[in-house]
């Protein structure tokens, strides 16, 4: 696939006032922060132990068709024991609505989260298109390691 030819581009949409855009922090970075946006009066939110929240991005994305954008823990809030329930989320291409993150606290100790925290990574993919090329039979043996699973490269 010739990179050239990919459409890079996705629209981002804000849909609340105080939503913070997902920002790279360096130029070789993979994801994008996504910031949470409280929108109660008090502005935070104390995460107790072993609680969940969902928090809202206050943005939205478009992206284009055959992409998709994961959402995963930052390792700066897993450090400290807060992290993505379930692990990571997935935003399909089709998907127009507001960027959701729950996050879990597994620490010993409350966490507070304020309004505008990063909370968050995005990361956006294209996806493959699948071809099938064998309808029967053995998949071809082209490759040194052919169908060696578990452990078949050695320790």
């Not at 070789?28 to 132990?49: F, P, R, T």
């Not at 993505?84 to 989260?113: A, K, M, P, Q």
Request: proline share 4%.
């Amino acid at each position: 696939m010739n990179s050239k030819n990919i459409e890079r581009k996705v629209e981002i949409y804000r849909m609340h006032p105080n939503a913070v855009f997902p920002e790279k922090k360096t130029q070789g970075s993979a994801g994008m922060d996504l910031h949470c946006c409280i929108k109660s009066e008090d502005n935070i939110v104390v995460l107790s132990k072993n609680e969940f929240y969902k928090f809202g991005t206050g943005i939205g994305i478009v992206l284009p068709q055959y992409w998709e954008a994961q959402v995963r823990s930052r390792s700066g809030l897993a450090s400290k024991g807060v992290a993505l329930l379930g692990g990571v989320g997935t935003i399909d291409s089709d998907y127009r609505g507001e960027i959701f993150v729950t996050l879990i606290n597994h620490s010993e100790s409350s966490i507070v989260i304020r309004d505008g925290d990063r909370i968050a990574q995005l990361v956006i993919n294209a996806l493959p298109e699948f071809v099938e090329v064998y309808k029967t039979g053995e998949p071809p043996q082209d490759t040194e390691r052919g169908k060696g699973g578990f452990g078949s490269t050695g320790i």
